[in-house]
Structures are given as C-alpha cells and as structure tokens.
C-alpha cells in the first residue's frame, strides 16, 4: 500500500513537471537552455510583440507631435517628459521591486500602460487629441515605468536564474535592438493605412500580449528572491549597500561615464547626415541598421562568453576610441565600416554592466539597485544630450562626437590605470560560470574594505 502511494506521488511529480529544472544539479549536469523551459519563452514571446508595438507608436507620435506644432521645442519637451518622471520616481521602482512580486508589478504596469495606451487611441481616433495630451499621456507612461524597468530587470533574473542571467540580459537587448528596427520601418505604413489612432490602438492589443504571457507563467518554476517577513525596504538601503562595494562602485562609474559621453552618438549622426551627407537619401536609416547589425554580432560574443569585469572595462575603452574614429571617417561607407563595431562594442558594454551589477548584488536589493543604476544611466543620457547638442551647435557634430569619444576613453583609461595602481580589485578577463568580482586581498590578510552589514529592510 505504501509502495503503490510513492509510485502515485512519483507519477503525479512527473506529469507536474514535464519539464527540466533550470538550476544545475549537484552531480555537475548542465544547466538546460535558457529557451528549453516555458517560462522564458512565454517571457520573450511577449516581450517581442510589445517592444514592437512600443517603438512602432513612439516613432508615430515624434512625427505627429510635430506635424501638430511645428515646434522642435514642443517635440523636445514631449520627448523628455518619460525621462523626467522616470528620474523622479526611479527610486521608488526599485522599492517596489523589492517590496513585492514582480510578476505582481509587472502585470499592474502592463496593464496601466494598456489603459492609458488605449485612452490615447480613443482621443486620436476621435480627432480630438492635442498637444496637452500628449504632455499628459507621456508624463503618466514615464511615471509608470519608472516602476516597470527596475523590475523588469530583477524578473529577468527570476525568469532565467543567476546561472543563465547573461544570456538573459543579452536577449533583452537584442530584441530592444530588432524591435527599434521593426518599429521604425513599420511605423511609416501603417501611419498611412490606420492613422495615428489605430497605431496607437494596435499598441494597446500588444500590451494585452506581455499580460497573457506574465499569466501564463508558472509561479513555481520562477528563482523567487527570499524575502525577510515584514522587511520594509527604503530607497536609503540601496545607495548604503552600492557605496560599501567597490564591485558595484565601479560598475556605476562606468556606466556613468558611458551615459554622460556615450550616448549622444545617434543624435549626431543625424545632425551629421542633415549636413554634410544630406545629399545621400536615406543616409540616417542607413548608419542605425548597421549599428544594429553590430549589436547583434554582440548579443552573439556575449551569448557564447560569460561576461567578466575585465571585458566590461575593455569594451568601455573600445567604445570610446571607436567614436573618435567615427568623428575622422569623411564618408558614408567609412562611417558604417567604423559603426558596425560600435554596434557590437555597445551591445557588449550594456549587456555586461545590467547582468553583473545583479550577480554582485544580493537578491534583497536587487530592484533598488537596479534602481540605482538606470537613475545614473538616464540622468547621465539626459545631460550629455543636452551637452553634445551645444557643442553641436557651436562647433559642429563631428567635434562633438570627438569630444564624447575622447571624455569616455580618458575616464575609461583612468579608471582601468586607478584599479591596477591600487590593487584594489582583482579583474578576470576569463569567461567564468558565474562571473565575479572580488577585493584584492590587503597585506595583513584582511579586506581593504569592512564587510558590510545591511538589512534588506535599511
């Protein structure tokens, strides 16, 4: 009787779990791929659509918001509204993300985007949408994603575990990569067949697609986080816990670095193709696909390579020289020959710093210092656009992209000059299982640094 009992309950196991665990299994198995469970399928599946349907509406909005004002200034400030409320609110993104489930989270943001993304469609069909709505309706998508993609990125982690978190975060930006392409041609038909209302309104149906996919998810096969019962996280804890870790110190300077001078590349490159290549139709389009091109030979490197700290440090270096050469190349084929290892060299930077702040951050702090980390980014885009746009002005694109390239291979440079100097960290240019990051030993055997003593609720 107890025999046929464990038969009944070892059969009833197998018909729950058809599929593999994705965590290694102590006799040393491999860890099955990162598409051979459900979940990150459903995962990426949704993803796919919904970024499309994004890039697809935001690319239609810029051309209506002009065509509506016929003023760069108002185009500039319905473009910067997300990126004002996201700056704003960031922080409490990540408190959410640590505070509750985020599959939970993400399910409430998806379907507030829903609601306002078909609200939107509702006034554009009707014919009555002005410009007050768009400010309205970017400062409300702004202020939910700010909650969204601190959490996004802690959930990529439960989807796909630490062991497969790279290849995870590697995919997340491909497919940013291939939906801005997909968006972009696309926008432009479908402008001319449905108008702005249904672009918007086919939106709306791509979110419901994300939606499906969150509840189609088995909550079992997530790597959920262990949280402490009745622990508070606070925004304080996260900036506490990034300055005692020279691991995360680091990374965050870096991507500092890298938003402030690295990110204005595109911007220019219109400028530049509205002036010196504006002879040569469709000149912009161009240089974006080979960049993206490049990124996708990145996603390749990174997907087969587990990222380390030394690799993150060398593309950094390699980005900044690759834009001074993009400033020298005096055509079109010269640009794109030196683009398309940009496009590579960026995709290995972002891809680096996203999985290897969260594989040397506890669980509990994760969204908080995620949090951290995009609040750095974006504020650090936000002003070197601004930057890069003056210097553009006053001296001409192509300084302006050697004054960014310069600024980010010397800060670069210093940083990688600074750590070996000090002997501060120990830098493994070799891919690792699971990469790391780890202080030097001092002298007397001990850290440079005390440990530190956080509670997920600080």
């Known amino acids: 009787m107890t025999e046929g009992k464990t038969e009944g309950k070892t059969r009833e196991k197998t018909e729950e779990e058809t599929e593999e665990e994705t965590a290694p299994t102590a006799s040393g198995a491999p860890t099955p791929g990162l598409l051979a469970t459900r979940n990150p399928r459903l995962y990426y599946a949704g993803l796919i659509v919904s970024q499309v349907g994004t890039n697809t509406q935001l690319v239609a909005l810029g ?165 402490r019962p009745g622990a508070r996280p606070r925004v304080r804890g996260a900036w506490a816990y990034v300055g005692h870790s020279p691991a995360l110190t680091v990374l965050l300077v870096v991507i500092g670095i890298v938003g402030l001078f690295g990110t204005s590349l595109p911007s220019l490159l219109l400028l530049l193709c509205s002036g010196e290549l504006s002879a040569q139709a469709g000149a912009y389009g161009i240089l974006l696909a080979v960049v993206s091109v490049g990124s996708l030979a990145g996603g390749v490197l990174t997907w087969r390579n587990e990222v380390a700290l030394g ?59 995620m949090a951290v980390f995009q609040l750095v980014y974006r504020a650090g885009w936000f002003l070197g656009t601004l930057l890069a746009g003056w210097l553009a002005q006053v001296w001409g694109p192509r300084p302006a992209m050697a004054v960014g390239g310069a600024a980010v291979t010397a800060l670069v440079a210093t940083v990688i000059v600074v750590m070996t100097a000090t002997k501060a960290m120990r830098v493994s240019l070799h891919p690792q299982r699971t990469p790391h990051i780890t202080l030097a030993p001092h002298p007397n055997g001990r850290h440079r640094r005390p440990p530190l003593h956080l509670t997920p609720d600080q």
């Open 311 to 369: 690799t993150v440090l060398i593309a950094g270096l390699l980005l900044g020289i690759l834009e001074l050469a993009v400033a020298a190349m005096p055509s079109l084929l010269t640009l794109g020959l030196v683009l398309l290892p940009v496009g590579v060299v960026s995709l290995v930077l972002r891809a680096g710093l996203l999985s290897l702040a969260q594989l040397q951050t506890l669980p509990e702090f994760r969204g908080r210092v």
């Open 63 to 227: 051309w209506f918001t002009y065509q509506l004002s016929h003023d760069a200034i108002v185009l500039g400030v319905v473009s910067a509204a997300p990126i004002l409320t996201m700056l704003l609110f960031s922080q409490w993104g990540g408190v959410a993300a640590d505070r509750f489930p985020p599959r939970r989270v993400l399910l409430c943001t998806h379907s507030l985007l829903a609601v306002l993304t078909l609200l939107l469609g509702l006034l554009a069909r009707s014919g009555s949408l002005a410009v007050w709505h768009l400010v309205c309706f970017t400062l409300c998508v702004g202020s939910v994603n700010a909650i969204g993609l601190p959490t996004e990125q802690v959930f990529v982690s439960e989807v796909a575990g630490d062991d497969r978190l790279g290849k995870a975060v590697t995919l997340n930006n491909v497919i940013l990569n291939l939906s801005l392409i997909v968006g972009s041609a696309a926008a432009g038909p479908l402008l001319d067949a449905l108008h702005l209302g249904g672009v918007v309104l086919l939106n709306a149906l791509s979110y419901l697609t994300m939606i499906t996919a969150l509840l189609l998810m088995s909550p079992r096969r997530l790597h959920t986080r262990v949280r």
